[in-house]
DNA sequence: CGTGGCTCCTGGCGGC
DNA sequence: TGCCGCCAGGAGCCAC
């Protein structure tokens, strides 16, 4: 089962990138909906992409950086809510980026037709995803203001900038300005690991919380990554199972509690996540 | 300057 | 059973 792309998702996208599109010649590229070109063009694109390849992937947080060999240049991905990759040969036998297969293409909205007679794509069904073509991956992260990547970054960073912001603590781990990469499920999922509530304030944290916050972080997204992002294959005391109606805290079995935190429906449970 | 709210978009689902 | 309206949600943007 998998969700909205976070770090851990994107993580599997540029794996599957490297293994299906990296080195493999482009004949053409096909914008199937040029809503999810970011600051370029369907013609544009089509210049920096026809007859060159793809030779290097780069992540940093929900970002998918793929590397135009000749031209020297880098696509942008951003996967929005329901964005993932696609690679078939056969439209009727599509193998996706989360490791399964479905008969036919969804919602396809970037087509590169490979040279071998195979197809790269980008699905997005509801075009919140984004394509752009720049220079420079770096600049581009210092331009949207992108805090260092959330599996990365050291505990020392992490601190320093956290206690720069004031507020709610789970609005301030989703900002992808302090940390890359933490969306709604794997933010929820941290807090409850460290029995923080989504609403405390970021100076009542204690150091140990802090360290806490910072561990269990990255130790949920790698656990994530390691289970090729299929969160049905999470350990079994984790939260996002319960991420439901009616859902269960697999500590207590308290009932959790659902509440907009920060603009997005928020999972927590008020027994072992207190004030 | 920080924060809350609106917007984009589409399919799924709850309610009548 | 069928349809309508609401909701989810990342992130940019605006208003306060």
Known sequence: MHGMPELPEVEIFKRFAERHALGRPIADVAVL??????????????RTVKGQVLDEARRHGKHLFLHVKKPDRWLVLHFGMTGFLVWYTDDTCVTTAYG????RNGHLRIRFDLEDGSHFGFDEQRMFGKLSVIDDPDAYIEALHLGPDALGVDLKTFK??????????????????????????YADETLFQCRLHPELKIGELNPEDLRCLHRAMRTVLQKTVDC?????????????????KNGRCPRDRTRLEIRTVGGRTTYFCPACQRL
């Open 100 to 103: 399964d297969t479905k008969s």
């Open 228 to 244: 090729r992002a299929d969160r049905d294959q999470l350990p079994e005391g984790y939260l996002t199972h319960h991420r439901h």
């Open 33 to 46: 909906h040029p809503k999810i070109l970011d600051g370029t063009t369907a013609a544009a694109l089509a």
């Open 160 to 185: 320093a900038g956290l206690l720069n912001r004031k507020g709610a603590l789970k609005p301030a781990l989703m900002d992808q300005g302090l940390v890359a990469g933490v969306g709604n499920v």
